[in-house]
Structures are given as C-alpha cells and as structure tokens.
T-cell receptor, first 117, second 111 residues
Framework: DGGITQSPKYLFRKEGQNVTLSCEQN?????MYWYRQDPGQGLRLIYY???????QKGDIAEGYSVSREKKESFPLTVTSAQKNPTAFYLC????????????????FGDGTRLSIL | GEDVEQSLFLSVREGDSSVINCTYT??????LYWYKQEPGAGLQLLTY?????DMKQDQRLTVLLNKKDKHLSLRIADTQTGDSAIYFC???????????FGAGTQVVVTP
C-alpha cells in the first residue's frame, strides 16, 4: 500500500547530540513537509520541499536541517542548537507543485516522538 | 501570516451530533480540509470542501462553508466513542499544497 513511513517511532537525544528523523513516501508526491507538534498545540511548520534538491524554511526552522536528495525521502536533523527538541514530529507529503489550483491534501505519517535523555 | 482559529474543546454525548467550528482569514482559500488525529498518531484526512461549494456530505460527516463570514464547520452525526480525537481544520494557502492549520479541537465523547 502507498503511504508515508516515519522512523523511528520513539527517539531519545542526549545533550549536544544531533539526531535524524526519517521520512519516506511511495506516493510519488513532489512536495514534502515537516511539522512539530507540542502537547495541546497545533502544527508548526519546520521545513518544506516542493521538489527534489530544493527546500524552504517554515515558521520554526532554527535548530533544524533537512535534505531532499531523492523524491521519496525528506530526512529531518534536529541539531544540538535546538534547545527544546522534545515534541512529536510529523512528516507529510502532497501531490504536485504543478497541479495548480487542483485539490492537494497533505497525507501524514504516524509521527516520531523525540525526548531528551 | 494567515490565522485559522478553532475552539479548543468539545464534549458530546454518544449518539448526539457534534459540531466543530473553524474560522479562517484568507479569502482566496480554494480548498478547506478537516483532519482527525487519534492519540499518538498522525493526521488522517477526513474530508474537504472546495470554496465554490457551501455544503458537502460524506456519510456521517457534513461540512458547511460560509465564505462571506469565512466560517467552516464539521458536523458528525450519531457521534461514537471512536470519534474521540483532535480535529484540525486547514486552509490551502497559495497555489500549491502548503496548508495553514488551526490549533485543533479536542472532542471527547461520553457514554
């Protein structure tokens, strides 16, 4: 079945450590997104990518980095510069930047919960 | 940026109808979406409405759109305990897939 796979489901980070969250999709979608969700709050956009080898900062990009070397993959690195990384991280994708005004819902993975040791 | 606002909490009795409300600010929004999030899971797309419609029905779900007031609502008929979740509305902001989400409404269904 087509979908978005995030791994791992739970991740623990030590002080000063960088960690990378994986996001893979087999929906043949061009656009991919990373969101952060804190308890009782909505989604905040970290980074997004409309196409391979291109990505843009979202609303809270500081302390995070991404790459988009393949269409299927959009890994997120939480760097040691992110002082409050404990949160639930969600990856999403949507169909095509060339779809124009057509319907483009985002499809989500099951999330990664990151905690500090 | 544009804001999407939702009430934070709704309690409803099993078998009753639930109505979740949302207001948005971008008058150029083309599509508006409702997502459901169960504990510890990602967001599941429930339904959507195109901006030239004022109502859409999909089984137990009814979406109403008032473009003049920029108001969107989701009605769940015959609410069940499995409907307990957080519901997010989202508007499409721009010419491609980037969405602006509300903060979510926690729906609790009581027996």
């Amino acid at each position: 079945d087509g979908g978005i796979t995030q791994s791992p489901k739970y991740l623990f980070r030590k002080e000063g450590q960088n960690v990378t969250l994986s996001c893979e999709q087999n929906l043949n979608h061009d656009a991919m997104y990373w969101y952060r969700q804190d308890p009782g709050q909505g989604l905040r956009l970290i980074y997004y990518s409309q196409i391979v080898n291109d990505f843009q900062k979202g609303d809270i990009a500081e302390g995070y980095s991404v790459s988009r070397e393949k269409k299927e993959s959009f890994p997120l690195t939480v760097t040691s510069a992110q002082k409050n990384p404990t949160a639930f991280y969600l990856c999403a994708s949507s169909i095509s930047r060339d779809r124009g005004e057509g319907n483009q819902p985002q499809h989500f993975g099951d999330g990664t919960r990151l905690s500090i040791l | 940026g544009e804001d999407v606002e939702q009430s934070l909490f709704l309690s409803v009795r099993e078998g009753d109808s639930s109505v979740i409300n949302c207001t948005y600010t971008d008058s150029s929004s083309t599509y508006l979406y409702w997502y459901k999030q169960e504990p510890g899971a990602g967001l599941q797309l429930l339904t959507y409405i195109f901006s030239n419609m004022d109502m859409k029905q999909d089984q137990r779900l009814t979406v109403l759109l008032n473009k003049k007031d920029k108001h969107l609502s989701l009605r769940i008929a015959d609410t069940q305990t499995g409907d307990s979740a957080i519901y997010f509305c989202a508007e499409r902001a721009g010419s491609w897939g980037k969405l602006q989400f509300g903060a979510g409404t926690q729906v609790v269904v009581t027996p």
